[in-house]
């Protein structure tokens, strides 16, 4: 399969119409039409269901959407860190969930911006599952997840920082005059909770069993969408502290009690194949690390 070809069917998924696609590539529509049928029959799978007016992706064109974004983003990122001759440049590439430990990685990429300008930034957010699984397939350098760390996929360092897990709710919830939320408090209440695989067993470990005691309402990997929802009133957001700001607004974070807090890692594949920027950067994260 072409990286060419592939770029066609990408175009062509996201503009669901291969008129709209042809005109975006610059191709007559039966030369895109034939390239993508060459492309299913070298595959031997129908990528396409198609309708009078627009397609859909078939499982097996879904499934290739997303390897195929994943596949272009590691060729970007590959080309321009071999295209920077005898300076250090080129991109590196970042996963991280919400978590005020970004702040740290943000302090070290300006001072790498500071002594090497030609170095440019992708910054992914998602979940720790969704950042591991990118670092597998060599889409992102490195990720800030929370512990624990598979040690043998990958090699990490842990910051010198904790996220603190709390409930954020609307101020007219009877919670909201809390100074502290226990685990018997949010057993009857509708609940918001991160996506993320980890925070399952963190969860269910404070309330001394399991995730089936709680209302779960539905799961969120952007707190700010949830967050919209908690204006509403319409459930409340176990997340982490300080990623919103509630000042002026009609939101309160309330901390757990038992506390729950996550170490913060930064994790990278275990032997990884690094460019010269990704290389710099990571020399600067282990020095103030060893200064601290």
Known sequence: MELRVLNYFLTVAREKTISKAA???????????KQLKELEEELGVKLFNRGNRSITLTEEGIYLAKRGKEILALVELTTSNLHVNDIIGGQIAIGAGETR????VGER????????PEINFQIYSGNADDVLEKIDHGVLDFGLVINPVDKQ?????????VDNWGLLVNNSHNLASNKYIEPNDIKQIPLLISSQTLVDSQLAEWLGGNL??????????LLYNASLLVKE???????IDGI???TATNLTFIPLWPPITATINIVWKRNATFSNAAKVFLQLIQKDLELD
């Open 23 to 33: 005109e975006v590539l610059h191709l007559t529509q039966p030369t895109l039409s």
């Open 101 to 104: 430990a970004f702040e740290f």
């Open 109 to 116: 990429l300006h001072k790498i911006r500071m002594n090497y």
């Open 153 to 161: 996929k990958y090699q990490y360092l842990q910051l010198p920082l």
């Open 212 to 221: 089936d005691q709680l209302t779960i309402i539905g799961s969120y990997n």
């Open 233 to 239: 009133n319409i459930a409340s957001a176990l997340c």
């Open 244 to 246: 919103l700001n509630t």
